[in-house]
């Protein structure tokens, strides 16, 4: 079953504006993850935040945790081109590495 | 270079053909997951391994079969393939938290 799910479906911004992301959730969490896809290819790891994180940052990507609301960000600052690529939420309810996966947000970045 | 290395990338079938994706890391993760993406649905997990031997369902297994009898190898198997397994298909490995993924098997039945 999907727990995480994606808001918006697709974003559609122009390059230096910035991304952002929501994902929400079900059930109690050791972590979150983002991962970025690109068409048709294998998900990239992009950044976890645990469950007593509140925020993270790693370069232009900010990811937020709310455990109350059952909720996390993702924000992309000053977007660029190749910034354009499927992002996807993912919960870890327990440390066995199972992951559920969202329905991911659809970014395109125009140049 | 840690990967996750899938084979075949691509495969056209026929329904009924017994078929097997490989799938290969090189990084001594325990975890090891199949999953298969389709659109509108996005990635929901087959099956998964925690180590050699040990296998369990996730969320479709149903018209798969994995096994897991090296730590680096966790092959898919489709006894008989049918039109709606149809799919992008990717492996993936981890050791705690984050997941490797392979490139991925677009995989049609026809």
């Known amino acids: 079953s999907q727990q995480g799910e994606e808001d918006p479906q697709a974003l559609s911004i122009q390059e230096g504006e910035n991304a952002t992301m929501n994902c929400s959730y079900k059930?109690?969490?050791?972590?979150l993850q983002w991962y970025r896809q690109n068409s048709g290819r294998g998900l990239v790891h992009l950044i976890l935040?645990?469950?007593?994180?509140r925020e993270k940052h790693s370069g232009r990507l900010r990811v937020t945790l709310d455990t109350s609301k059952k909720s996390s960000s993702l924000l992309i600052t000053a977007s660029r081109a190749a910034d354009t690529a499927s992002y996807f939420c993912?919960?870890?309810?327990?440390?066995?590495?199972?992951?559920?996966f969202g329905q991911g947000t659809e970014l395109s970045v125009k140049p | 270079e840690a990967q996750v290395t899938q084979n075949p990338r691509y495969l056209i079938t026929v329904t009924g053909k017994k078929l097997t994706v490989t799938c290969s890391q090189n990084?001594?993760?325990?975890?090891m997951s199949w999953y298969r993406q389709d659109p509108g649905l996005g990635l929901r997990q087959i099956y998964y391994?925690?180590?050699?031997?040990?296998?369990d369902k996730g969320d479709v297994p149903e018209g798969y079969k994995v096994s897991r009898k090296e730590k680096r190898n966790f092959p898919l198997i489709l006894e008989s393939p049918s039109p709606n397994q149809t799919s992008l298909y990717f492996c993936?490995?981890?050791?705690?938290?984050?997941?490797?993924f392979g490139p991925g098997t677009r995989l049609t039945v026809l």
């Open positions: 993912a919960t870890d309810a327990w440390q066995g590495g199972k992951l559920i």
């Open positions: 935040i645990r469950s007593n994180e």
């Open positions: 990084m001594n993760h325990e975890y």
């Open positions: 391994s925690m180590n050699v031997e040990v296998t």
């Open positions: 993936a490995s981890s050791s705690r938290n984050e997941q490797f």
């Open positions: 059930t109690s969490i050791n972590n």
